[in-house]
């Protein structure tokens, strides 16, 4: 969720109970909280890079909210801690992987460094990933391959949240489908969002700032909707509500497309790495113990093996402006591409801080008294 208005370097605050901190001192401090858990040092680099990324663009339901979802799982022994990597199938241009049920950051980051890696060579590189765990924003991993002067696809299954068209269970994960390319601006092409309209992240934010959710993005089990995000994170837990893929509701407002997508990223995430799908990633027992697994896809696209950088940089980069230059809708005066509000709060954020509301700031509290990190002196 990106907090912006009209102008390109003001946030607006969502209430007076936030507190702005410094980006580096948070992503420190999620380094120093992984480390606590005897996660080492290099691994809770990268997934402090990864969650503070998150924050820095604007996505507040997967930056260090997500801190303590990944503190209580690892506690409870359903993540593991030490992260070991397997190559259980290699080609030139593509490659599967098992995480072993680490830390999805950490798997995410090598799966998609191998990908870049064969695409630097051969011009593509594809790798499957199974047995993997939550691994925060997938424009992450796209974003490692824009950097590279690449086309990066992103993918992962997740947790049974959103039902088939003309249903009402949820089957299907919040499923990102996410995808990026470099331009000739300041900023890439970046589209990282579920294929659900909302996805449970959101519900948190929400929740957390005691706002009603908006009408038509959550189905209940009577095929009613639903606005309150404490009750409805409750009945997400237990099966008697789920969320609305992006389309809405039945074919009128064409649901069934962002059912397609969501059903092509669980293949993509599952099929190819004979991974868990669909009601498994809500759980499995091994050896007396619950995992929370999920499989992701990644794709590196070289685009020097098409055409030269600088020219493709200068074509996808005109694409953008000219839509930004089209006309506006009344009353409106700006369009924006995908990526460009989260250039800006990145701007804005690595001088402003980043957002921390009550909720968020308790769950803080917590994590550093639990683990004793207090060289932290936060101002709540």
């Given at each position: ?158 947790r ?5 068209t ?6 299907l ?27 449970r ?30 009750e ?13 893929p992006?389309?809405g ?57 098409f ?15 000219t ?58």
């Amino acid at each position: 969720m990106v907090y912006m208005t009209s102008t390109k370097n003001d946030i607006v605050p969502l209430s007076s109970d936030i507190i702005y901190i410094d980006f580096k001192t948070l992503k420190n401090f999620i380094r120093d909280v992984f480390v606590g858990l005897k996660v080492n040092k290099v691994d809770s680099e990268i997934i402090a890079d990864v969650l503070m990324t998150s924050d820095l663009r604007g996505i507040d339901s997967h930056g260090i909210q997500r801190c303590k979802m990944y503190y209580d799982r690892i506690k409870k022994g359903i993540y593991n801690t030490k992260t070991k990597i397997k190559i259980v199938k290699k080609g030139p241009t593509t490659a599967v992987i098992d995480g072993g049920c680490g830390l999805g950051p950490v798997i995410g980051y090598n799966a998609m460094k191998l990908a870049i890696q064969k695409a630097k060579k051969y011009g593509l590189g594809a790798v499957a990933v199974r047995n993997s765990t939550h691994f925060g924003i997938a424009g992450y991993y796209s974003l490692m391959a824009i950097k590279e002067g690449m086309i990066g696809i992103t993918t992962t299954n997740a947790r049974p949240a959103v039902p088939p068209t003309f249903g009402v269970e949820p089957m299907l994960g919040t499923n990102p489908l996410t995808a990026g390319a470099p331009t000739d601006e300041n900023f890439p092409f970046m589209i990282d969002c579920a294929t659900s309209i909302i996805q449970r992240g959101k519900i948190e934010v929400y929740n957390r700032e005691q706002k009603p959710l908006p009408e038509g993005v959550i189905i209940t089990r009577n095929g009613r909707t639903q606005n309150d995000p404490q009750e409805t994170l409750k009945n997400l837990e237990d099966s008697t509500a789920a969320l609305l893929p992006l389309g809405g509701e039945g074919e009128n407002t064409s649901g069934y497309k962002g059912f397609g997508y969501a059903t092509l990223v669980e293949i993509l995430s599952s099929a190819l790495q004979n991974g868990v799908f669909l009601k498994d990633t809500a759980g499995v027992i091994e050896e007396d113990q619950k995992r929370l697994k999920v499989g992701h896809f990644f794709l590196a696209i070289n685009v020097n093996h098409f055409t030269p950088l600088k020219m493709f940089k200068r074509t996808t980069g005109t694409i953008m402006r000219t839509l930004r230059n089209s006309k506006k809708a009344p009353g409106k005066n700006r369009i924006y591409t995908a990526g460009e509000k989260e250039y800006y709060s990145e701007k804005v954020r690595k001088k402003q801080g980043i957002p921390i509301n009550k909720s968020l700031q308790e769950d803080i509290k917590t994590m550093q008294e639990e683990l004793g990190l207090f060289s932290y002196n936060f101002p709540f």
